[in-house]
């Protein structure tokens, strides 16, 4: 009976997933207003025929496309074709990678990790975990760096926690999930020190930062880095700031969620040069490694501190393993098995496979970025360095009000799907690309999208 059952929820799996993914290039983008059945709960069992169609009809028509080649909004990978496979295996195997000691999953995430070290040319002695994202991974930044700065102060925050600790927190363009985090653990959204910018840019002012450094009263300090801001893409100096960091006792984390996959494309680009300086990075797998939510990754140089951060002793979960126990060393004990997408993904394409879909999406924001610099109707409002458009219309009456209305145009237009931002004070329209399908014919169909939207607009605007 139990054999049954799976057998048939393999088949109509197999016969709609290869459905979706035909009609994926057809279908609208976004669903900008879904409409769900009702809430009531059933009081019996349902025939496996209704609860087919009520997914089939019902929910799955009103889901996005952002695994398909033209989501363009946020940093939004798409699942490559492996990982898939491997995250299908994922929920039949349901390993719960807490402890070792019973499968090889946990050693199948340790070298998962080990050999994204490799892939980003960092020193061996980073270690690191698989989160549910970049929000994760910068909580497990923020909880071991107090511990860090804790234990400077001969204080032990996971046992005694903050209420004694002195801490200064310095940033110049925290991702909002990095500011979120910071509240999370105690230390405070609104307590960050933020550091100047240089002009026209979102890289931090290593002048500025020196300043603050020396001239704060603080006991213990954390410098908080980017690589690869979320709107303007800029590196910060992490050579120059690591050098402050060390003159003055500061851990330094750096958020390289998916700037650090330039690394793979430019090893030599003096921008991301110093990330392997840094005590803590966070980075995504569900950006621009493909692989499925959800998937971010820690890593640190000091996994004794991270794991006097998160271990705690209960007699029904000692085992004989040499290495700390993952539930040891992230927010979860109960841990799903998501670095098996990860490893088999690195292991299918390698090294130059995931370059080639990280250089092709980095050409094709480029291309698109040359089409709205010369279109007469569009402004181009910060070159693109690396995979992200900022953009605005510019017609008589330009304002913000301009550009949300172009924005909603796009969207609603079914084809492409982008999302707002700000750029010096304006509103503006982001672009980013990050998915391996993204090829030479999407990019026409978005400067279609683009010149639809824009005739629109004169006419709106009588212009």
């Known amino acids: 009976m139990t054999h049954a059952i799976w057998e048939t929820l393999l088949q109509n799996f197999s016969d709609?997933?290869?459905?979706?993914?035909?009609?994926?290039?057809?279908?609208?983008?976004?669903?900008?207003?879904?409409?769900?059945?009702?809430?009531?709960?059933?009081?019996?069992?349902?025939?496996?025929?209704?609860?087919?169609?009520?997914?089939?009809?019902?929910?799955?028509?009103?889901?996005?496309?952002?695994?398909?080649?033209?989501?363009?909004?946020?940093?939004?990978?798409?699942?490559?074709?492996?990982?898939?496979?491997?995250?299908?295996?994922?929920?039949?195997?349901?390993?719960?990678?807490?402890?070792?000691?019973?499968?090889?999953?946990?050693?199948?995430?340790?070298?998962?990790?080990?050999?994204?070290?490799?892939?980003?040319?960092?020193?061996?002695?980073?270690?690191?975990?698989?989160?549910?994202?970049?929000?994760?991974?910068?909580?497990?930044?923020?909880?071991?760096?107090?511990?860090?700065?804790?234990?400077?102060?001969?204080?032990?925050?996971?046992?005694?926690?903050?209420?004694?600790?002195?801490?200064?927190?310095?940033?110049?363009?925290?991702?909002?999930?990095?500011?979120?985090?910071?509240?999370?653990?105690?230390?405070?959204?609104?307590?960050?020190?933020?550091?100047?910018?240089?002009?026209?840019?979102?890289?931090?002012?290593?002048?500025d930062l020196a300043v603050r450094l020396a001239g704060s009263n603080a006991k213990s300090k954390i410098v908080i880095s980017s690589a690869a801001t979320v709107t303007g893409t800029s590196f910060d100096d992490f050579t120059s700031i690591a050098k402050l960091c060390a003159q003055h006792n500061a851990w330094l984390h750096i958020d390289a969620a998916f700037g650090i996959f330039k690394r793979l494309i430019a090893p030599n680009d003096p921008c991301h040069q110093g990330i392997e300086l840094a005590d803590s990075i966070t980075l995504d797998g569900h950006k621009w490694l493909n692989v499925p939510y959800d998937c971010g990754v820690f890593l640190t140089r000091h996994q004794t501190i991270l794991q006097q951060s998160c271990h705690v002793d209960a007699p029904y979960l000692k085992n004989n393993s040499p290495e700390p126990d993952f539930m040891s060393l992230g927010i979860e004990n109960s841990r799903r098995f998501r670095a098996l997408p990860v490893w088999l993904t690195l292991k299918h394409y390698g090294r130059h496979g995931i370059a080639e879909w990280i250089l092709r999406n980095v050409q094709q924001a480029k291309q698109l970025a040359q089409f709205i610099d010369g279109h007469p109707d569009y402004e181009l409002v910060h070159p693109c360095q690396l995979n992200v458009v900022l953009f605005r219309p510019v017609l008589a009456a330009t304002s913000d009000d301009l550009s949300q209305a172009c924005l909603d145009m796009i969207n609603k237009d079914g084809r492409l799907f982008l999302s707002p931002g700000k750029w010096q004070g304006k509103s503006i329209i982001r672009a980013a690309l990050s998915n391996w399908q993204t090829q030479y014919e999407d990019m026409i169909i978005a400067e279609q999208v683009l010149n639809d939207a824009a005739s629109k607009l004169r006419k709106a605007y009588s212009v």
Not at 59 to 73: E, L
Not at 80 to 99: E, G, R, S
Request: glycine share 8%.
């Open 16 to 207: 709609n997933a290869k459905r979706y993914l035909e009609d994926m290039p057809k279908r609208a983008i976004a669903t900008l207003s879904p409409t769900l059945p009702s809430a009531d709960l059933p009081q019996g069992v349902q025939n496996l025929d209704s609860t087919f169609a009520l997914l089939q009809n019902q929910v799955i028509p009103q889901m996005s496309a952002s695994a398909g080649p033209r989501y363009w909004g946020f940093v939004t990978g798409g699942t490559n074709p492996i990982a898939a496979y491997a995250d299908w295996w994922v929920t039949l195997l349901d390993q719960n990678v807490a402890k070792g000691g019973d499968s090889a999953a946990s050693d199948i995430e340790r070298q998962a990790i080990e050999m994204l070290v490799e892939l980003f040319h960092l020193p061996a002695d980073f270690k690191g975990l698989c989160t549910t994202g970049a929000t994760a991974s910068n909580l497990l930044a923020v909880i071991v760096a107090r511990q860090f700065v804790g234990n400077q102060q001969n204080i032990d925050i996971a046992k005694e926690g903050l209420a004694a600790l002195d801490i200064e927190v310095f940033s110049a363009c925290p991702h909002a999930s990095m500011i979120k985090t910071l509240g999370l653990g105690g230390i405070g959204q609104n307590q960050i020190s933020y550091v100047k910018t240089l002009p026209e840019s979102e890289q931090m002012d290593c002048d």
